[in-house]
């Protein structure tokens, strides 16, 4: 009997082992199933894809469940190129991040450097000669001023592609340079309403030859030629 007993404890303690270790490699297995092994990047070119990529795949190999959602966005906010971006998880181990392009508004200097104005109210330094078109912005200002601006002209009637240049001036107003050569200063008080009323007199043919319009003074226009 006392043998019986013996090699009932042993073979329960057998049994126990077999269990505690089939956990316990399952446990692993999970762990290692839900390892990060592939984080995808588009929405850029492929070179600033790369970038972003760099920058965060650090995360792969780690539990999928335990991704820093946090850091991830910090590390993508960073980049001054994008706008807007999704992150996916597929499940088991995959990271799908989506990407949106920033637009580029204008072009301005910072410490005689030329940065591109995006939509997203950053500044990108510049490096592609191919976006010579956007108009030029002069003045050391807030972002947000000439994002300010940008809405308004952007719903009146006068054609953003006219506009060659914008100066900003500490008085919180601007004035605005076309590519015919016509200079127009606005008043520090400005909406959509008053611009549309400063096209139609722009557009007017008695002032058609004139090379400065000066709407700083209420209801009062003074001429250069």
Known sequence: MMHQSISRKILICFFLLIILTSVNNL???NLEFFKINQINVS??????????????????KKNIFYLDDFEITKKINSNNLVEQFR?????????NINLTRTNFLGITKINND????GSNGKFIRKTDDQLNDLPFVFGSMDINNFLKIKEIL???KIELSRIESLYYFKSNRWDIKFKDGLIIRLPSKLDVNILDK????I???RFKNLKTLDFRQKNQIITYE
Do not use: A, W
């Not at 929405?43 to 760099?54: A, F």
């Open 114 to 117: 030329d940065y591109l104005i």
């Open 87 to 95: 992150v996916f998880k597929r499940y088991p181990s995959t990271i």
């Open 198 to 201: 400063i096209f139609k007199i």
């Open 27 to 29: 446990k692993y297995i």
């Open 43 to 60: 929405g850029l070119k492929n070179e600033e894809n790369l970038s972003l990529y760099n920058n965060i795949k650090n995360n792969e």
């Open 203 to 205: 557009e007017d043919e």
């Open 154 to 156: 952007k719903n009146s």
